[in-house]
């Protein structure tokens, strides 16, 4: 059975529950956008869980973000297809959902309620992109990557066996 994950916004506007097969926080992103939109440290982490799944309180409260994609490499620019749901009372992060895989939602760890399974390893990702003042702190058996890596979140909780069935 999944694991129920509830998270909120700060001022308590939004709340939402999701069923979670891979609920371990372990990725941590460096990236410009889940750095300014979320703070945090420098990072996000996103979790996945099942989009049919997704219950809200409070959609009145709900605004999306869709962040335009840029880089030293791409010049030119892009919009995301990824929705970064927020609250627009308190600006908390909340999820972000990407039409692309309709099936999947991503809860921001930041906004989860529910005590999360301590991860075994982590993975940073999207190094490239961090913040001169940001010093990661890599573990021994953790993986780093400048970019994205091949390991889906899927299949980091089956390699680690840390699914939740």
């Known amino acids: 059975m999944p694991m129920k994950l509830e998270g909120s916004c700060r001022c308590g506007a939004v709340r939402f529950a999701v069923?979670?097969?891979?609920?371990?926080?372990?990725?941590l992103c460096y990236c410009s956008i889940c750095r300014k939109q979320q703070g945090g440290g420098g990072y996000a982490i996103n979790l996945g869980a099942d989009a049919r799944t997704l219950k809200i309180e409070g959609k009145e409260h709900i605004g999306v973000y869709r962040a335009e994609?840029?880089?030293?490499?791409?010049?030119?620019?892009?919009?995301?297809?990824?929705e970064r749901n927020f609250c627009r009372?308190?600006?908390?992060?909340?999820?972000?959902?990407?039409?692309?895989?309709?099936?999947?939602?991503h809860p921001f760890a930041s906004a989860v309620d529910t005590d999360l399974p301590e991860p075994k390893e982590r993975?940073?990702?999207m190094l490239k992109?961090?913040?001169n003042w940001v010093e990661p702190d890599i573990a021994a058996g953790d993986k780093v990557f400048d970019l994205y890596p091949e390991e889906s979140?899927?299949?980091w909780h089956?390699?680690?066996?840390?699914w939740v069935d």
């Open 158 to 162: 089956k390699r680690t066996r840390m």
């Open 19 to 27: 069923d979670s097969h891979t609920p371990v926080p372990y990725q």
């Open 69 to 82: 994609i840029h880089d030293d490499e791409h010049p030119i620019r892009e919009t995301s297809t990824g």
């Open 123 to 125: 993975t940073h990702l």
């Open 89 to 105: 009372e308190c600006g908390t992060a909340l999820w972000l959902y990407d039409p692309t895989w309709p099936d999947l939602v």
């Open 129 to 131: 992109y961090k913040a």
């Open 153 to 155: 979140i899927a299949d």
